[in-house]
Structure formats: structure tokens, C-alpha cells
């Protein structure tokens, strides 16, 4: 018997759950090609004022979903206002690669004049002129949406918890403002506009333990694992709460559709001197340095890095042009790892001593992994803070 004649015969046919987010093909097409897929998720819990429980669980529990459901995702917890900026740039620019977007925000949010805004974990808003500064526009994600033009795109804002600064603000209504999606696009609200959500007792969010539960079963249209989750939370709450989404799709979306394949069995596992082995998000957070000629604007990088065999190469920007930066390093089997970064300077203002922009630099420094999560410290020349989660 051949080798191929016993793989065959070994073959086994399992269930996968695929995420297919894509339109419903043309009339004569023959095929539906693998889209990318990219998610980003924010999720915001220590505030100073109104500390919310459940957020930052909601966000790895969306994650965890989403990454079995064939998404790249992009998680970030309890973040700064330009942080928050920072990653919904790098997302409109990774979105310009096509296919399908997936917007999960969960934390304070408010309307004021009929616009909406994300509070971060350190805004400080004490009239309605502040919130302009210290909270970001939910316009400016739809605006790289829009300007990146791929497929199709969710956005799910679960924001529309009691405002802690609703005194302050003359011009500031209850809930979030109702928006219109542009084409292409789906917005899901945990609740009607003008209107205010639970934050939910238990583990997450009611709005989002009941999104996490529809967004497991096999079969279902993007439209119906919203009207199941409407139909949930409105039940659970008794009336109170009762979510609303914006469409303008222009097909059929299909979740978690169930196929069955053939497929040999898996090898037996092997060992592995590489646990870190992947690929990984990077955020290095460079603050304001002290004022003066040599003082530096803070910046923040958000990228990709890939480990293989415990080397790790990340890439920011493109490689020998201004604004880049190459990051390697070793990661050893605990978790410890050394770090070199090499680049060309950007705007001047980020740079120690103003160097012009296109100035080749580098530094070093050092980092710790810890199962799917890292943190680091740039230790030359200023001080950066460095994290990386797995994808």
C-alpha cells in the first residue's frame, strides 16, 4: 500500500467554523477567494472618573472569538487618547489591503451636538470645548473606513454607558447619536440611540455576552446575529436596554458558516525550543520628552513582528525611507528577550535633538514574553515603553 493510499485512508472529516464576512458573489462567478480579515478592538476600563468593570474582559473575550473566526486582531486595553488614534490610523491603513473590517469598542462614550466620541482612559473633559480635545471623534474611524475602501465593515460601539461627565457638559445628551453607515458598512449600537446600556454583572457586558453567543452559532446572516442579539438583551433587561444597528450593506453577509471537509490527520506534536513562536502586535509608546532644543514630541508605533524560532523581525513603515523602523531581537525559551532597533527618523518634533527627517538611528533594549503577552523598555537615549500581544 503506498504511503499516499495510507494517508487516504487515515483521513478523517472534521467541522470547522470558517468567519465569512464577504458579499454574496456576482452572477457567474465561480468561486469565493480568502479575504483578509482584520479586527480592532478597544477596550477601556480604568478611568479616574467611573471606573467600568467589564470592558477590558469583553475585549479578550471578543478577541479570543474572532481569532478562532479566522480574524487578524488588533487588541488594545484601558488606552490613552493617542493610542486610540494611533491604532485606528494603523487600522485604516491595513484596511486599504481590501476585504473585511471589524470595528469592538467597549467603555464610556457620549454625544455632544449630535456627535459622538470615545472617551479615553485619561481624558480630563471639563466642558464641552474639552470633549472635542480629549475624546476621539467616532467620525475619524469612519473616515479611514470610508477612505480605505475595502469590502465590507462592522462597527460595534458598546459605549453607551451612564455619561460621568454629563453635568459638566450643557450640550451633551444621554446614549450615543444615531448615524447613518456609510456603504458597506453595518453599525451595531448595545442600545438605541439616546438611550444608556448596562455595563452587566457578570463576567461581560449583557450587550456583549450576547453578541459573543450569537456570533458562535453556525449559519446565521450578519443582519440575523444582531436581530438575536437585540432579541436577547432586550429580554434579559425587561425592556430596558434594547441594541439598534445602522446598514447599508450591499449583499448578504454569511457568519460562521459550517463546512465539511476531508482532510489527513494531523501529525503527532512535536516539542518545541521556541514557545514564543508567531506573530505578534507591537506598540511602542515614546512620551514627551523634556522641553528645550533637544526635547521630543511623543509618538506612538503600532506594527507587526513575526518570531520564528525564537527570532523575532518587526517592521515599521518601509524599510530605508523616513519614518521607519526595523525592530529584531531574540527571544529566548523563558521569555526573556534582547532587542535592536534601527531606522530613519520622521518629523523632527519626535526625535531627541530635532534631527532632521530621513536621520538613520538606532537603540536597544530589552523585553519579557509571558504566554500570548510581552512588555519592554527602550533603554537608550529616552525612555519607551514597549508591549506585544499574540495574534
Not at 89 to 113: I, K, S, T, W
Not at 328 to 335: A, M, R
Request: with cysteine.
Amino acid at each position: 500500500m503506498s504511503a499516499l493510499s495510507m494517508l487516504s485512508r487515515l483521513a478523517l472529516s472534521i467541522t470547522i467554523a470558517v468567519w465569512i464576512f464577504a458579499s454574496v458573489l456576482p452572477a457567474g462567478a465561480q468561486g469565493a477567494r480568502e479575504e483578509p480579515k482584520i479586527a480592532l478592538l478597544i477596550g477601556n476600563s480604568a478611568y479616574r472618573e467611573a471606573p467600568l468593570r467589564n470592558p477590558v474582559n469583553d475585549v479578550r473575550a471578543m478577541a479570543g472569538t474572532l481569532r478562532e473566526l479566522g480574524f487578524t486582531v488588533l487588541a488594545h486595553e484601558n488606552t490613552t487618547k493617542r493610542a486610540m488614534e494611533t491604532a485606528i490610523l494603523e487600522f485604516g491603513r491595513r484596511l486599504a489591503d481590501g476585504g473585511v473590517g471589524f470595528f469592538y469598542y467597549a467603555g464610556h462614550g457620549l454625544q455632544v451636538r449630535g456627535r459622538n466620541y470615545l472617551v479615553p482612559v485619561d481624558a480630563d473633559i471639563e466642558s464641552e470645548a474639552a470633549t472635542r480635545i480629549a475624546a476621539v471623534d467616532v467620525d475619524l474611524l469612519l473616515e479611514q473606513m470610508a477612505e480605505a475602501k475595502n469590502r465590507v465593515n462592522v462597527v460595534i460601539l458598546d459605549a453607551c454607558r451612564n455619561n460621568p461627565f454629563e453635568r459638566r457638559l450643557r450640550g451633551a445628551s444621554k446614549g450615543l447619536a444615531a448615524v447613518d453607515a456609510a456603504r458597506g458598512t453595518l453599525i451595531a449600537y448595545a442600545t438605541a440611540p439616546g438611550s444608556v446600556a448596562a455595563d452587566g454583572e457578570g463576567a461581560n457586558g449583557l450587550y456583549t455576552e450576547e453578541l459573543l453567543k450569537a456570533l458562535r452559532v453556525p449559519g446565521l446572516k450578519v443582519e440575523e446575529v444582531f436581530k438575536q442579539v437585540r432579541v436577547g438583551v432586550t429580554s434579559r433587561s425587561k425592556g430596558a436596554q434594547t441594541p439598534w444597528e445602522s446598514s447599508s450593506l450591499t449583499g448578504d453577509l454569511v457568519v460562521n458558516v459550517t463546512v465539511n471537509i476531508t482532510t489527513p490527520a494531523a501529525p503527532p506534536p512535536t516539542s518545541s525550543s521556541a514557545p514564543f513562536d508567531g506573530l505578534w502586535a507591537v506598540t511602542i509608546d515614546c512620551p514627551r520628552t523634556s522641553a528645550g532644543s533637544t526635547g521630543a514630541d511623543g509618538y506612538v508605533l503600532i506594527f507587526f513582528a513575526k518570531v520564528k524560532d525564537g527570532n523575532l523581525h518587526g517592521q515599521h513603515g518601509n524599510q530605508g525611507q523616513p519614518d521607519s523602523l526595523t525592530l529584531i531581537g531574540k527571544v529566548q525559551p523563558d521569555g526573556s528577550a534582547t532587542l535592536n532597533a534601527r531606522g530613519m527618523t520622521g518629523e523632527p518634533k519626535h526625535s531627541v535633538n530635532r534631527e532632521a527627517k530621513g536621520t538613520p538611528y538606532g537603540w536597544r533594549g530589552n523585553a519579557l514574553f509571558e504566554g500570548t503577552r510581552g512588555v519592554g523598555k527602550r533603554t537608550e537615549l529616552r525612555s519607551c515603553d514597549l508591549s506585544f500581544v499574540k495574534q
